[in-house]
């Protein structure tokens, strides 16, 4: 039987995270190699485990898997969470390349200038509000449906709750005007694995704050 995956990142939110949430909504246990120092992350270049020399790198069935989203998408194949036929890949895809865009202005954030943080935050928000959010809305107000799509849980549900988790983190309000998407987060919160995954304790990880970020300042600089 092969052993559990093992994620190779820093000990933060940012590129990984994602990759977190969708190994426990799958109901998969893993392991975390965290790299502390540059001289970790040199090893990991030296000995050839980095195709393009960066991270997130995960150990899966045998293979070093770089780049967030081929990692998320074997994910997603290997534990059914990929649609039922290539229409709803499609679909999952196009959804999940939606949160992936607002995710990457979130990813970001804790990293940039203080003078940076007020505006960008701003963006955020509107982004969310007026553009990300109602377009979701409006995908689960058209069927119906538990899910986004085909009725049943895939990547782009899971994306989607976390995205709702961070971007609620920065604006308690942000849901005020989308039951749909609160609904959502909830049923998907309330899936058993995603409940263990969401109680203190797990390997999810807080809002990457100053330390993380000095931290990774000295791994990558
Ligand atoms: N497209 C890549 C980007 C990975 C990336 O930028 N990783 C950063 C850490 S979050 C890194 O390793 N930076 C070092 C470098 O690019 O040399 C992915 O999505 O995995």
Known sequence: MAGKPI????????RMESIRWLLAAAGV???EKFMKTREDLEKLRKDGSLMFQQVPMVEIDGMKLVQTRAILNYIAAK????GKDIKERALIDMYSEGVADLNEMILYYPFLPPGDKDGRLA???EKA????FPAF???????????LVGNRLSKADVHLTELLYHTE????TILANFPLLKALRTRVSNLPTMKKFLQPGSQRKPFDDEKCVES???IFS
């Open 123 to 125: 963006q955020i928000k």
């Open 137 to 147: 809305e409006k995908v689960l107000k058209s069927h119906g449906q538990d899910y």
């Open 79 to 82: 534990y059914n969470l990929y």
């Open 7 to 14: 994620l190779h990142y820093f000990d933060g939110r940012a």
């Open 129 to 132: 509000r007026n553009r990300y």
């Open 216 to 218: 990774v300042k000295k």
């Open 29 to 31: 246990e893993f392991e």
């Open 169 to 172: 983190e920065l604006d308690s």
